[in-house]
C-alpha cells in the first residue's frame, strides 16, 4: 500500500526550559540506522523543531529526480512568541496528488501555518516515527492525542478537522484543553482534496 496522503497530528504544550534545538517529531521514510537528518531525501518527510529563538522549524523535502537530487531539508520557520507553553493542537501533513505540504499549529485564539507548495514526495510505504534521536533534545513537555494518520483523507487545510470520528483528534482534543471548545467556524471551508486520487507521475 502506498498512502497518497499522510500527516501528523496531536497537541503539544511546552513545559521546561531550552537546551538547544529541541524536536518535536520526525516522519521519515529512512530508517534510523541510515538516517542522516536532512542529508538524504525523505530524512524529514514531516519534522518539526524548536529553537531557543521562540521559533518553529517545519521541515519536509521535495526531490527532483530519481536519482537523489532536490531539497532533503525543505523548511520554514514560524514565530511562536511563547504560545507554545499552552496546549495547542498541531498538524502536517501531505497530498502526493496535490504535491503540497501543509504546517498548522492552532491556539485557542490564535493560529499560526506554513504551506509547502510544489512539494514532490516519493511513493513510500515504509515510514518510521520518532519522538527523541541521537541528534536532538526531545520535547521538553507534554504530548496528547498523537496520531500519524495514513491514507486518503489524512491530509487537511486550516480550516477543515471536523471529521466525523476524530480521527486527528482535534475536537477531543479541544474540548479537554480548551474552555467551551475552540473559537473558529470548521463549516465555512470545504476540505482541501476536491479531487479523487489518481494516477500521478513520481
Known amino acids: 500500500m502506498f498512502p497518497p496522503e499522510y500527516c501528523v497530528a496531536g497537541w503539544f504544550k511546552w513545559t521546561g526550559t531550552y537546551e538547544g534545538w529541541h524536536m518535536a517529531y520526525r516522519l521519515t521514510i529512512n530508517n534510523k540506522p541510515d538516517n542522516q537528518d536532512a542529508s538524504r531525501l525523505g530524512d ?29 531539508n525543505r523548511w520554514d520557520s514560524v514565530h511562536h512568541a511563547g504560545q507554545n507553553t499552552q496546549w495547542a493542537f498541531m498538524y502536517f501533513g501531505y ?51 498523537l496520531n500519524v494518520v ?22 477531543t482534543g479541544s474540548t479537554r484543553f480548551w474552555t467551551n471548545g475552540p473559537q473558529i467556524d470548521w463549516t465555512s471551508s470545504p476540505s482541501l482534496v476536491t479531487q479523487p486520487y489518481g494516477a500521478v507521475d513520481p
Do not use: C
Open 95 to 145: 497530498s502526493k496528488a496535490l504535491k503540497r505540504a501543509f504546517w498548522w499549529n492552532q491556539y485557542k485564539g490564535a493560529s499560526i501555518q506554513k504551506d509547502y507548495p510544489n512539494t514532490n514526495h516519493y511513493w513510500t510505504e515504509k515510514f518510521w516515527f520518532a519522538l527523541k534521536d541521537a541528534r536532538y533534545q526531545f520535547w521538553n513537555g507534554n504530548y496528547a492525542y
Open 150 to 171: 495514513l491514507g486518503q483523507g489524512a491530509f487537511r487545510g486550516p480550516t477543515d478537522y471536523s471529521e466525523e470520528k476524530d480521527m486527528f483528534m482535534f475536537k
Open 44 to 72: 524529514r518527510t514531516l519534522a518539526v523543531f524548536l529553537h531557543p529563538n521562540l521559533h518553529y522549524y517545519p521541515a519536509t523535502y521535495s526531490f527532483a529526480n530519481m536519482n537523489m537530487g532536490g531539497d532533503a
